[in-house]
């Protein structure tokens, strides 16, 4: 089967699981590849966008990858997420650039604000297909892994961010000290299995200093959301099978279609999508 019959397979089902949640009618989505210099650093970045649908101008959002990921490994999550009405900026860079003292987590984060002052700029551009279709008051962040984690400290940087989502990113360090108060969302992997006493004594131990650390990081979000994603692995959200590729892309688009939309955006966005895949479990 061709790539590109696959990935019209999962945009598919995705947008089977949320079309509610959308205030665009679902379309296929296309790449633009995007590269700058801004204060003697080089950035590239892919960009993911409806091929076709009205006029009036789509929500963006930036997409972060894992450590050593980039934004190819996530192709079928990312033009499935477009495909539902948003045009996703993503940085292409696998080691985004370190400053001086800086962390991988500082490093990405930067990376995330450049990301979005250039949607700005391209949306400004004569030549640029995408000009005068992006609706640049306010975007939405999400990331993988690492990525994950940078999301969760840009929005606590940056209040034009107004919602952000973190795919398994482990908060610690600087990361576990951000209180966003954008509506947050925490889609967290399956436990890896254990067999002795030790590795299940481990992975209890990790689960629960997570869920304390996501306790104190939703403190102060609007609309603070965690769910499990029944079946995957940490490194699904890049390569894992179609489901599951379908119910992230689902999920994803739910939240930011209910708090990024203009118009009449459902309300149970999520409750529908919910529905459609039951192994995707809500925790406190």
């Known amino acids: 089967m061709e790539r590109r019959t696959v990935l019209a397979l999962i945009a598919s089902l995705a947008l089977h699981a949320s079309a509610r949640a959308t205030t665009v009618k679902p379309v296929a989505s ?23 649908g009205p006029a009036d101008r789509y929500p963006f959002l930036v997409f972060a990858p894992g450590m050593g990921k980039v934004a190819g490994d996530y192709d079928a999550l990312l ?24 962390s991988d987590y500082l490093a990405m984060m930067q990376e995330i604000f450049a990301m979005a ?19 640049t008051r306010g975007y939405g962040v999400f990331g993988h892994s690492l990525g994950g984690a940078a999301a969760v400290m840009a929005a606590g940087g940056d209040a034009s961010i107004r919602a952000v989502i973190n795919l398994d990113g482990d908060l610690v ?17 399956e436990t890896p299995s254990a067999t002795g006493w030790l590795e299940r004594w481990g992975a209890s131990k990790s689960e629960r200093r997570r869920e304390a650390v996501w306790k104190d990081t939703c403190g102060r979000s609007a609309a603070p959301f965690r769910a499990r994603m029944g079946g995957m692995q940490h490194g699904d959200f890049a390569g894992g099978g179609e489901r599951s ?38 925790l406190p």
């Open 30 to 52: 296309g790449q633009l590849r995007t590269e700058w210099m801004e204060n003697m650093r080089r950035y590239n970045g892919v960009v993911y966008y409806p091929l076709s």
């Open 79 to 102: 033009e499935a997420v477009a495909s539902q009405g948003f045009v996703v900026a993503a940085i292409r860079a696998s080691a985004p650039a370190r400053s001086a003292g800086s």
């Open 117 to 135: 002052g250039r949607m700005e700029k391209m949306n400004r551009e004569r030549n640029n297909p995408l000009a005068g279709r992006i609706n």
């Open 173 to 189: 360090g600087e990361a576990q000290q951000v209180r966003p108060r954008q509506p947050l969302a925490y889609l967290v992997s």
């Open 245 to 282: 590729i379908a119910m992230s892309a689902a999920l994803v688009g739910a939240f930011f279609a209910a708090h990024l939309s203009e118009g009449a955006a459902s309300n149970d966005a999520l409750a529908s999508t919910l529905r459609s895949y039951p192994e995707i479990v809500t």
